[in-house]
């Protein structure tokens, strides 16, 4: 691979939450060691159809995934098959949708909660939870900092080149409270401490790493529809590559090309967004 690459996705965090509760990516930002950028997710902005576009560049019209009741081992292209099939050795953290979609489906909890797989799946060490029983009044949601020290610990002990992390804790607790309270700022200020540390201890192992959200939400915490503020999301970036300029709306479709250029893998016909970092 050219360049290795991590993929940060915290899911469910508006745009504005961003911007005023993560105090460490604002600050590389003021401090001019990362680039930030607004991102609309595709429709509908819910959260398994905005996966599958994340890492297949199409619209949930195109592959399928309507609603978080459509799980199946997606057809088209994606980042970790392009990957894999340049040579690369990739890595998932992350909910089991991420596993049906890209590795195999239905998922088997023993056979799929965690492995390493180098040469024979698009998904070469994966690591996942199903968050089983999850509702409004039972959570279910790793640690985040779990999934951080678990992510580096693909990195250091495997040498991934591309790097996938998923966390729902933010979602969950925005479907749970909304976003004018204290319980919202306090999750998103810890989530933020939690993740920082290992932001600089993935660029020190020589990873760009981009982090960002599958969707928003509205502030009574739901998502799904077509405002900009169940859509938009921030997408902040750190590495060397130059970007388009700042005022620039990015879509969720640029990201999958995006991903494919920095790491110098093959982007597939079916990708036709265009990417927002140069090659």
Known sequence: MKNKLLLIIIDGVPYANWRRYFGNLEGWVAGGEAKVWRMRSVLPSTSASCYAS??????????????????????????????????????AVAHSFWSEFFNRAPFDPV???????????PISHGRFHTMTGYGHDNQMTPCDADLFATLTMLCERHGIDYGMLHSCTLDSMGHRFGHDCIEMDTACYRLDGQLAPYVSRWRQAGYEVIVTADHGQSMRGHHGGAEDEQRDVALYYFGPAEGMPADTLLHQTQLAPTLLARLGAPIPDSMRADPFLSA
């Not at 459509?70 to 890595?91: K, N, P, W």
């Not at 056979?111 to 799946?121: A, K, L, M, N, V």
């Open 111 to 121: 056979r799929d909660i965690e492995y390493d797989e180098p040469g024979t799946s």
């Open 54 to 91: 994340i890492h297949t560049g199409v619209a949930p019209q195109i592959h399928g995934v309507t609603s978080n009741e459509t799980i199946f081992r997606l057809r088209e292209a994606d980042v970790f098959s392009q990957v894999h099939g340049a040579g690369g050795r990739t890595g």
